[in-house]
């Protein structure tokens, strides 16, 4: 089944420490995105990617590091500077080939919280 | 800069009663909007589309939008809501281009038995 996938489900980081979250998917999607979740504020963007090695800072991006080597793959990391990392994390990908008006899919999100 | 409005964070509505959930939008183009659920722990799952054009989307599981140009809003609706409809629900515009999805900050639908 074509999907994407997010790991770990459950995080946590210790005061310091840079974790990182990944995020893979199978559906041959050029654009890839990192959203945070908290509790009555919606999804933020944090960093977008809309081919191999390119990317952009979303609304949200200070503390957050992000890569793109190949087209499945969008790995997050969460580094030392971002000082309110506790949140849901969600990665989507989406496709233009067939236009503007097609959805991005989502992965089940990563949970992290502070040790 | 595209923007979406929920303006209610909580909808109550009994089993069998038809269901609303509102939103409103502001693009500087031509509008791409989109109605998400999501389940608890879980990641967002696509619900329907605004079609150019076709003014009533239906979409997954019994859900329908109606989309209104003069009033800038694309509004969630189902005939009977289900207990099992009960979940957050997102609103999100992209207006053109590749662009990432803007979404509003959900509406939490409680379907009461």
């Known amino acids: 089944d074509g999907g994407i996938t997010q790991s770990p489900k459950y995080l946590f980081r210790k005061e310091g420490q840079n974790v990182t979250l990944s995020c893979e998917q199978n559906?041959?999607?050029?654009?890839m995105y990192w959203y945070r979740q908290d509790p009555g504020q919606g999804l933020r963007l944090i960093y977008y990617s809309q081919i191999v090695n390119d990317f952009q800072k979303g609304d949200i991006a200070e503390g957050y590091s992000v890569s793109r080597e190949k087209k499945e793959s969008f790995p997050l990391t969460v580094t030392s500077a971002q000082k309110n990392p506790t949140a849901f994390y969600l990665c989507?990908?989406?496709?233009?080939?067939?236009?503007?008006?097609?959805?991005?899919?989502f992965g089940d999100g990563t949970r992290l919280s502070i040790l | 800069a595209q923007s979406v409005a929920q303006p209610e964070d909580q909808v109550n509505v009994a089993e069998g009663n038809p269901l609303t959930v509102k939103c409103t939008y502001s693009?500087?183009?031509?509008?791409?909007l989109f109605w998400y659920v999501q389940y608890p722990n879980r990641g967002l799952q696509f619900l329907l589309k605004?079609?150019?054009?076709?003014?009533l989307v239906k979409g997954s599981y019994g859900f329908e939008a109606e989309f209104n140009k003069s009033q800038t809003s694309f509004h969630l609706k189902k005939p009977s809501a289900l207990v099992s409809d009960s979940a957050l629900y997102f609103c999100?515009?992209?207006?053109?281009?590749?662009?990432?999805?803007?979404f509003g900050k959900g509406t939490r639908l409680s379907v009461i038995a």
């Open positions: 559906l041959n999607h050029d654009a």
């Open positions: 693009v500087s183009g031509n509008p791409y």
């Open positions: 999100a515009v992209r207006d053109g281009g590749n662009t990432p999805l803007v």
């Open positions: 605004y079609i150019t054009g076709d003014n």
């Open positions: 989507a990908s989406s496709t233009y080939h067939r236009g503007y008006n097609q959805p991005q899919h």
